[in-house]
């Protein structure tokens, strides 16, 4: 693991790293924000995934998380949002290829040799963070924004019992449907829309996947809302499959980042409570 930059912020350390991907095929750049503690003291982490287009300097930059987390005693997590370098495969689409990941494992050729953002985030970059960083494996939370969003709601569908909280801002809810996901999820995943079922949080609660319960803060004005987040979709099957959804439709806020940090605040606040039970 290679350290990119560190910096002293709010009461901790911000730093950037990079180290070579097994499960991607190439390098993989990642932040992690550790608040100050006891030598020897173990922290809760919260793990944030970024949308479409970003990198982890988007939220590590503009998020607005590190006071917070300082207060709370929580080590904050931000991943890259897709493989990149030479010889990975792209589009001219910002909808697909470097920046838009998916959080899916592509089974399609060419983006199954690197696309293996699933098994990333679950795996191989948590195994790294807890052998180098004071963080506990028995505290995990997960939250994301967008493209972000929708991998934190999956990723905690797919394991309820390892992530004590989930939320999210403005999430893809149901990307099989979304205008701006469905060519990804058939170039990363094939034509057969039944393998994309577990990739969507909305047809994965259908289809009898459960969690504690969820957090999502949605902009009343954000202009993806109707056709590419569609949250009642996921209120509908929380609804149905008795799955506490707490959906707060913030007034006059869009999909930018002046709206995340507007409530990062109160999310870390919200998963801090439950990392702490």
């Keep these: ?29 990642f932040s992690v924000f550790v ?14 995934l970024s949308g479409l287009t970003c990198t982890h300097a988007n939220v590590t930059e ?9 207060e709370h005693g929580i080590i904050i997590v931000c991943p890259d949002t897709s493989p990149r370098g030479d010889g990975i495969a792209d589009e001219d689409d910002y909808r697909m290829g470097i920046g838009a990941g998916m959080y899916v494992d592509a089974t399609e050729a060419p983006w199954s040799a690197n696309y293996q953002m699933a098994r990333y985030i679950e795996g191989e970059l948590p195994d ?9 494996d028995d505290r995990e939370a997960i939250f994301g924004h967008s493209m ?5 709601l999956i990723t ?8 004590r909280s989930c939320s999210a801002f403005a999430p893809i809810c149901n990307p099989m449907a979304a205008d701006w996901t469905r ?7 094939g034509s057969d829309e039944q393998a994309w079922r577990r990739y969507d949080a909305s047809t994965l609660i259908a289809d009898g996947a459960k969690f504690s319960e969820f957090l999502v803060d949605q902009g009343s004005a954000d202009e993806f809302l109707e056709t590419g987040l569609m949250p009642d979709r996921l209120a509908s099957a929380c609804k149905d499959a008795g799955i506490p959804l707490t959906l707060n439709m913030r007034e006059g806020y869009d999909h930018s980042y002046y709206f995340i940090s507007t409530f990062m605040a109160d999310h870390i606040a919200w998963h801090a409570e439950r990392l702490k039970r």
């Excluded at 693991?1 to 180290?19: D, F, K, L, P």
């Design 1 to 29: 693991m290679e350290t990119v930059s560190i910096n002293r912020s709010q009461g901790g350390v911000q730093g950037v790293y990079r180290h070579q991907s097994n499960v991607c095929a190439c390098p993989m750049t």
């Design 35 to 48: 608040p100050d503690h006891p030598d020897g003291g173990k922290l809760p982490v919260l793990w944030y």
């Design 62 to 70: 503009k998020g607005e998380f590190r006071r917070a987390a300082s």
């Design 128 to 136: 790294l963070v807890f052998a180098n960083f004071p963080a506990d």
């Design 148 to 152: 972000g969003g929708h991998g934190a």
């Design 156 to 163: 905690a569908l797919k394991n309820p019992d390892r992530y």
């Design 183 to 189: 060519g990804a999820f058939a170039a990363y995943l």
